[in-house]
């Protein structure tokens, strides 16, 4: 069973489209992030969602929308995607915003290629 | 202002070589956890320790091995004995109790590469 898991793992699609990466957690797990890993490997976190409730958004453009139906998943639609937005985009998930001694169970990621 | 600094952005052992990566953090809570992530070529995150700031003592687990300093707030990670499949990128991360939302702050990573 895998405990995060994103779909797709490749997307490649033309400037200017819609496009969604989806993600679920069978952890229990009440938080859960959408990481972004630019081309320098550097990791910076994007949104965090505790029990459906949006806690984080970290300058993100207004392109980009999590959505949360439940707490067991965490959804990115990219709207109007452009070049740069090209990266690996990581899901994950912890129990707990104030537990910080957990550490997070990452998903493989979502390898996005914008032409 | 909370920040993780790995200072090496790459380093190149051959097999059998010991190999020390640094991470040094900022924080001024005094709570807080650090972490070490290896990302292998495959690209997924695999969690390979935790260590929280009341705990100081070092950590041994096979040829891995953690040094954790509050004094020079510095959690170095040492392998030993490297193998090929050593090569990934690692990196450090902090983690605290009044971070918000819980978010995890990661250093840049260092990309090691092991040549046989």
């Known amino acids: 069973d895998t405990a995060v898991s994103q779909t797709p793992k490749y997307l490649v699609t033309q400037m200017g489209n819609d496009k969604s990466i989806k993600c679920e957690q069978n952890?229990?797990?009440?938080?859960m992030y959408w990481y972004k890993q630019d081309s320098k490997k550097f990791l910076k976190i994007m949104f965090s969602y505790n029990n459906k409730e949006l806690i984080i958004n970290e300058t993100v453009p207004n392109r980009f929308s999590p959505k949360s139906p439940d707490k067991a998943h965490l959804n990115l639609h990219i709207n109007s995607l452009e070049l740069g937005d090209s990266a690996v985009y990581f899901c994950a998930s912890s129990l707990g915003q104030g537990i910080a001694n957990y550490g997070y169970t990452f998903g493989s990621g979502t390898r996005l290629t914008v032409v | 202002a909370q920040k993780v600094t790995q200072a090496q952005t790459e380093i190149s052992v051959v097999e059998k070589e010991d190999v020390t990566l640094d991470c040094v953090y900022e924080t001024r809570d005094t709570t807080y956890y650090l972490f070490w992530y290896k990302q292998p070529p495959s690209g997924e995150l695999v969690f390979l320790i935790r260590?929280?700031?009341?705990?100081?003592q070092n950590e041994i687990s096979g040829r891995y091995s953690w040094n954790f300093q509050k004094s020079t707030s510095s959690f170095n990670f040492t392998i030993t004995a490297s193998q090929v499949v050593d090569s990934a990128v690692y990196f450090c991360a902090l983690r605290t109790l009044k971070n918000q939302g819980g978010k995890l702050i990661f250093g840049q990573g260092t990309e090691l590469s092991v040549k046989p």
């Open positions: 952890l229990g797990h009440d938080t």
């Open positions: 260590r929280n700031s009341f705990d100081e």
